[in-house]
Nanobody, 116 residues
Framework: QVQLVESGGGLVQAGGSLRLSCAAS????????MRWYRQAPGKEREWIAT???????NYRDFVKGRFTISRDNAKNTVNLQMNSLKPEDTAVYYCNIEAARGRNYWGQGIQVTVSS
């Protein structure tokens, strides 16, 4: 019954911004890490950002300075603010939660399309 539901995707012009959210529900328990991944057509899924239980963040170099990951612990929600979007950012974006004991959960993915 654990579910991660992404929202906030869509179509935006290059240089624009989008804010993705991922809301978790169900018996997840203690959340250690929240992450965002993306997968472009014909490409491997790639990690783009992580936020730890202590609030520390890490980013893929290609999005550093443009994307910001944040969390709302009370709502079990992870967000990704994406600024200065480029056509290369076009992909399906997935949220990921790593809970206690290494339990791992994935969202269904949400499309982000950046037009030139």
């Amino acid at each position: 019954q654990v579910q991660l539901v992404e929202s906030g995707g869509g179509l935006v012009q290059a240089g624009g911004s989008l804010r993705l959210s991922c809301a978790a529900s169900g018996s997840i328990g203690s959340i250690n890490y929240m992450r965002w991944y993306r997968q472009a057509p014909g490409k491997e899924r790639e990690w783009i950002a992580t936020i730890t239980s202590g609030g520390s963040t890490n980013y893929r170099d290609f999005v550093k300075g443009r994307f910001t990951i944040s969390r709302d612990n009370a709502k079990n929600t992870v967000n990704l603010q994406m600024n200065s979007l480029k056509p290369e950012d076009t992909a399906v974006y997935y949220c990921n939660i790593e809970a206690a004991r290494g339990r791992n959960y994935w969202g269904q993915g949400i499309q982000v399309t950046v037009s030139s």
